[in-house]
RNA sequence: GGCGCUGUGGCCGAGUGGCUAGGCAGAGGUCUGCAAAACCUUGUACAGCGGUUCGAAUCCGCUCAGCGCCUCCA
């Protein structure tokens, strides 16, 4: 029995508004498609928590054992920064103020998202599609479109008819919108808008003189609608229905909606099964984002250079910190929570570390109760990874088992009589989830890298235990506290050994 | 105005109609030469008001407060 069928996963699907058993398309395969980033500008770490939540979702996906094609776009053609009609493309604009080629400042952002990317440990996608790489099968889903009915061309201009989509299929569903409350509740737009309906959306735009980014195309020189590679992408790579649909809350409308419009209109198919809404990233209660001012690079936030941030987190704690809170939920950013969490991921890996130090299980008669109690963490943990990716539920169950790994090192005794098999089990499934579920990295190992390093505190060690063993304290805590104060942190147990952690 | 969401103990943050979330901080204890760490114990929590129910923080209604989307946004 595979790991998916005894763990069935649940997923709360944003396009149905229920929680609902997941289940793919093909047996054993998944395919998902993700909404990347405008590369225009850093990204900051509100858009990190929503990559960092598929990424949960991918490498969960890929434990329970399925095969998972996780396609992400790149949006490198820039989206107006104006209304509808007007206005210049984000990229041209920061291509200009950088002086640089389009396509530089489009290598430059992306380069920095990958970073990022790297930077917390989120698993590359399978498949990075860029918008300018797909402009054929752009023109040629327009066309289909066209072909289809719902869209018409205007000077040069290509516009999805929403009204006349409405008469054949639901439009809003997604979020909840319905075309006549819509229309009342738009302002009419002056003359020089060219779309039939102000409801309708822009699949195809002409490019006007001065338009950096430009293509040919059956309606003239031009460039893609903001919504239109999602939708041609994910049908390319994924097929014309798939299975998960992501992408940040903020996305749902327009975004999402026009998507599922365009998949419809195109292949009279709604593209995902299942859709998926991470939420937003919020500082004291309201979102972070570029026009708050209110966001921050990664470096600032290693750091702690950022008016917002009162010292350095690492990339884990962060990471950590987003992995307590459920994908759904706003999370609320501040020093006060971020601390807690960087002592809390400490915590654990501290467990993590113990484990090769803990004596073997089993060597005395083995108590079934406190085994089988033993395995019902690790059981529930992946239990409430199955339930709509809870990672933070699963995180408590994660030190409820640190709790018991630190009780057997301390106590050997509990250790004891403890199933072998069993323990062996529990003790890779916590690692997997820890590592390859909730992809957290073990900083301080890696810190500890230096071989060098290790002999150095071996020979502190040796002298501060002399000292001690001497009754010469004063020396002993010159040792200690020097340590502390080069951030390496002694610690005294029971037998008269020393180990050390370093901060 | 429309659509949707949230309001949990000092802080962050899960949550199911009846059974301990968890982390951080605080208090007491064990251990220790002293620490640190760890372990054990400890907290009148569920915005307010009604209603449904044998029983609701969990379901329904209203009120209050806050947020998101409706323009690009993860």
Known sequence: ???????????????????????????????????????????HLGNVRTFVSFDIIFRYLKFLGYKVRYVRNITDVGHLVGDADEGEDKIAKKARLEELEPMEVVQKYTNGFHDVMQLFNNIPPSIEPTATGHIVEQIEFVQKIIDNGYAYEKDGNVYFDVRRFGQDHEYGELSGRNIDEMLSNTRALSGQDQKNDPLDFALWKKAEGGHLMR??????????????????????????????????????????EAEIAQNKGCCHKGGANYWIHGNMLTVNGRKMAKSEGNGFTPEQLLTGDHKLLERGYSAMTVRFFMLMSHYASTLDFSNEALQAAEKGYKRLMASVNLLEKLAKPGTASIDKAKTQELGDIVDKAMKDLSDDFNTAKAIANLFELSTKINTYYQQPSELAVIDPEVFEQVIERFKGIIFDVLGLRNEAEAAQDGKTLDSVMQVLIELRKQAKFSKNYALSDKIRDDLKAAGIQLKDEKGGEMSYTIN
């Open 1 to 43: 029995m595979s790991l998916y069928e005894q763990y069935p996963i649940s997923i709360y699907n944003s396009l149905e508004k229920e929680k609902q058993v997941f289940k793919p398309i093909h047996e054993g395969r998944v395919g998902m498609y993700v909404c990347g980033p405008t590369v225009y500008s850093d990204v």
């Open 215 to 256: 293509w040919p195309s059956p309606w003239g020189e031009g460039f893609p609608g903001w919504h239109l590679e999602c939708s041609v992408m994910s049908t390319k790579y994924l097929g014309e229905t798939f299975d998960i649909h992501g992408g940040g809350m903020d996305l749902k409308f327009p975004h999402h």
